[in-house]
């Protein structure tokens, strides 16, 4: 499995574009990288999932470069409901989800 | 509506008493996962089952126990050996393909008292 490193914690305004960025340099050629997101005291939600370039849905975009070994999560004018912890994970056939600390989102007014 | 429950949402222990936490899903899975929360971390995996009668251990299983029945549900027991037990713990499940996604339950928050 591959091992994410993300950043602990992020501030945005309202209306803003914000990038989240996860370097997984280890990652195996089956790897997806795939991202949840979590609210206090809640399960977290699957947002998006990728194997290689760009990969978007009705909440968020996923960027994989060429490499493989970083990308980035973009969440198009965040609100305040966009508040959350964010996690990175890279996974391939083994049914095991492996999540690091996650990045703290602070949407601010 | 299909989804993973579990309960109680709140639970109380006192020290030195086994406790079991529910979890049930209807969304026919395979695979079903317990993970342990602590404040301002991120989730770690206890126990894993890929299949009925099967499961294995995760990172931190010691001081816990599951049982794996049926397809549906999947109980976590929080022995008296568990020194820490207090948390929120969260149960999952997925299809057993690959790259699949996990569902979450909304968890239940273990008090020791």
């Known amino acids: 499995l591959a091992k994410t490193t993300q950043p602990i914690s992020m501030d945005s305004y309202e209306g803003q574009e914000v990038n989240i960025t996860c370097s997984h340099n280890?990652?195996?050629?089956?790897?997806?990288i795939t991202w949840y997101q979590q609210f206090p005291s809640q399960g977290p939600r699957f947002i998006i999932q990728g194997y290689k370039t760009k990969v978007t849905n009705e909440v968020a975009s996923l960027f994989i470069p060429a490499d493989r070994k970083s990308s980035t999560l973009s969440l198009p004018r965040v609100s305040l409901s966009d508040t959350a912890v964010y996690y990175c994970?890279?996974?391939?056939?083994?049914?095991?989800?492996?999540f690091g600390t996650g990045t703290r989102l602070k949407v601010l007014a | 509506d299909g989804g993973i429950t579990q309960s109680p949402k709140y639970l109380f222990r006192k020290e030195g008493q086994n406790v079991t936490l529910s979890c049930e899903q209807n969304?026919?899975?395979?695979?079903m996962y317990w993970y342990r929360q602590d404040p301002g971390q991120g989730l770690r995996l206890i126990y894993y089952s890929q299949i009925v009668n099967d499961f294995q251990k995760g990172d931190i299983a010691e001081g816990y126990s599951v049982s794996r029945e049926k397809k549906e549900s999947f109980p976590l027991t929080v022995t008296s050996a568990q020194k820490n037990p207090t948390a929120f713990y969260l149960c999952?499940?997925?299809?057993?393909?690959?790259?699949?996604?996990?569902?979450f339950g909304q968890g239940t928050r273990l008090t020791v008292v």
């Open positions: 999952a499940s997925s299809q057993r393909e690959s790259n699949t996604e996990a569902f």
């Open positions: 969304l026919n899975h395979d695979a």
């Open positions: 994970l890279g996974a391939s056939g083994t049914y095991k989800y492996i």
């Open positions: 280890n990652i195996a050629t089956n790897d997806y």
